[in-house]
Structures are given as structure tokens and as C-alpha cells.
């Protein structure tokens, strides 16, 4: 390996184990997925400069992430990335020890974002948006499973249950809103955030949690964060329509809702979101633009420390 590469450890993670590879030497071992297993990983690198590659994998990868955050660089590539960089190099079999070789070559050979150490607070803030976001989705499928109850005491049920639902809901933004004013990184973070007309309580949560890149990355990265970036579809004189891909599920879904609320109440979006109908653009490609507008808005405030204000109008 040329002396300017720089090193790589590949590592699949799965419930039980991390499989590791390190590309400058070849070397492959096992570790558990644990505390103890994170700290002989980090004796066995043995050094802070080599980069960790690892997929996203749910709850699996948040130990070896708040673990080793900040003591090593590490970068968390998206499962169906890593697959498309496994096939293009040849690479066919689907082990946990070929996805670690597959990671470490990756981290050494195309660009891959480093993971933003979170502190205690943000990661309790997590916590807690997650077990809402949960909520949420259980209080959707309650509601649809009522619309077609015919028994009466199934619709009793539901209606107890939607009840329950409400109440951990509300307990959990009380919560919320004490931990996000608890800490003054997040306190402050939050009042730029909600200071923006569209951005809510519960989206700012969101970002705060699971976007913590933002005001530290530039205008088109945070749209990448989320997959609100366009991307062009050209061969030779042919050109498709651009289209958006990836990003982070949670805050895409919330921004897209304060993009529904930005297009009416914020005039700044709304006079985006005319402009675009009025050239034709369907209402969803409208509002996906707004979405951007929005996140690159909020990564700028964010970045400078300060509250929204109107844009001024020209003309």
C-alpha cells in the first residue's frame, strides 16, 4: 500500500460481533460487540489515525460509535453504497469477513463522510426523538386498523390504545423540550432552529438528534444529509430528468412535513414554492425544493449563530 494511503479497517457489525479487516496489513480478527470487545479493538488498531469503516446497521453499530467517537475517525457508509462498491470491485461473496475487506478497501478508495462525535446529551436527546418517532408510527397504524374495525370491542381497544398513545406522546415532548434546554450547546442550536416559520418543536428535535452535522458542514452537504441534492442523468446528447436519492429517513420524513407547513406560513418558501408551480413543477418536486431551501437555511443559521429573518423582496 503506497505510503500516503491512508490505513483502513474495515468492520461488519452484526448483534453479536464486529469482523474486522485492516487493509495496510491484511489482517483480519473478531471482536464482541461490546465495551470490552470495543477497547481490545482499539488496542489491536493501536493507532488514532486509522480510519473505521462500518454500514449503518441500526441499533448494532451505536455502541462502537459512542465507544470510539473521537478517539478514532470513523465513517458510517450506507448498506447499499457499500454493496455497489463490492460488486464493482469483483467481490461476490456475501460473508461477514468479505463485507470487512469490502469496507476497508472502500474507506481507502472513495470519499466517505466522517461521523460527527455526538455528546452525551445529544445522544439522550436521540433516545428520546426515537422512542417518539416509534409512537408516531404505532399511532398511524392504530388509526388505520380503526377505520376498518367492525367489533366493538376491538374499536374499544383502539381507542384505548390511541388514548395511551397521545399521552406518551406529550410526555415525551415535555422531555424532549427539557433536554434539548438542559444542555447549552442544544438550548441555543434549538432557538436558531425554531426561530425558522415550518420548523417545529418536533423537527428541530429531529435535527438536533439525528443531524448534528449541521452548521459544520457546507450548503450541499447538508442537502446530502437528507437526499434532497439533485442528481443529473446525462449520456452524450441525452438527458434525463435529475432525481434525488439516500439520505437520513427520520429527518427527511419530519422535514418534508415542515416544507408542507414552510410553503403556507413561511413567506420565503412560499414565494419558492409558487415560483416552481408556476413554471410547472409538480406540488412534490416543489416542496422537495423547499426541503432544500430549508436545510441549507438552517445548516447557515446554524453556522453563524443566529435567528431567522425575512428575506428581503426586490423589485
Not at 446497521?57 to 455502541?63: A, E, L, P, V
Not at 410526555?171 to 436558531?192: F, H, P, Q, T
Request: glycine share 8%; hydrophobic share 45%; charged share 30%.
Amino acid at each position: 500500500m503506497d505510503d500516503h494511503t491512508p490505513d483502513t479497517v474495515g468492520v461488519d457489525i452484526s448483534k453479536a460481533h464486529l469482523d474486522v479487516h485492516r487493509r495496510s496489513t491484511g489482517e483480519s480478527a473478531r471482536f464482541a460487540n461490546e465495551a470490552t470487545g470495543f477497547e481490545e479493538l482499539a488496542a489491536w488498531i493501536d493507532d488514532p489515525a486509522v480510519l473505521l469503516v462500518y454500514e449503518a446497521t441500526g441499533q448494532w453499530h451505536r455502541g462502537l460509535e459512542e465507544h470510539l467517537a473521537g478517539r478514532q475517525p470513523l465513517a458510517r457508509v450506507n448498506p447499499l453504497r457499500a454493496r455497489r462498491f463490492a460488486q464493482a470491485m469483483g467481490e461476490e461473496a456475501k460473508t461477514d469477513a468479505a463485507d470487512a475487506r469490502t469496507l476497508a478497501a472502500m474507506g481507502a478508495s472513495v470519499e466517505v463522510r466522517l461521523v460527527e462525535p455526538r455528546t452525551a446529551a445529544q445522544r439522550a436527546l436521540g433516545e428520546l426523538v426515537a422512542a417518539r418517532d416509534a409512537l408516531v408510527g404505532d399511532r398511524t397504524a392504530a388509526l388505520n386498523r380503526q377505520k376498518h374495525a367492525r367489533h366493538p370491542l376491538v374499536g374499544r381497544q383502539l381507542k384505548n390504545r390511541l388514548a395511551q398513545i397521545g399521552r406518551q406522546i406529550k410526555a415525551l415532548d415535555v422531555e424532549i423540550g427539557k433536554a434539548a434546554e438542559a444542555d447549552a450547546e442544544l438550548s441555543r442550536r434549538n432557538e436558531v432552529l425554531t426561530s425558522i416559520p415550518g420548523i417545529g418543536p418536533a423537527v428541530a428535535a429531529v435535527l438536533l438528534a439525528d443531524m448534528p452535522e449541521l452548521g459544520r458542514v457546507d450548503g450541499k452537504a447538508a442537502g446530502s444529509l437528507i437526499g434532497v441534492v439533485p442528481w443529473a442523468r446525462e449520456s452524450g446528447q441525452w438527458k434525463g430528468r435529475a432525481f434525488i436519492r439516500g439520505g437520513r429517513g427520520r429527518p427527511r420524513r419530519l422535514l418534508y412535513m415542515a416544507a408542507v407547513s414552510a410553503s403556507r406560513c413561511n413567506p420565503d418558501m412560499a414565494r419558492k414554492y409558487a415560483e416552481l408551480r408556476e413554471r410547472g413543477k409538480p406540488p412534490k418536486v416543489a416542496l422537495t425544493a423547499v426541503m432544500r431551501k430549508l436545510v441549507v437555511l438552517a445548516n447557515a443559521l446554524l453556522k453563524q449563530d443566529r435567528t431567522w429573518t425575512p428575506e428581503p423582496v426586490h423589485g
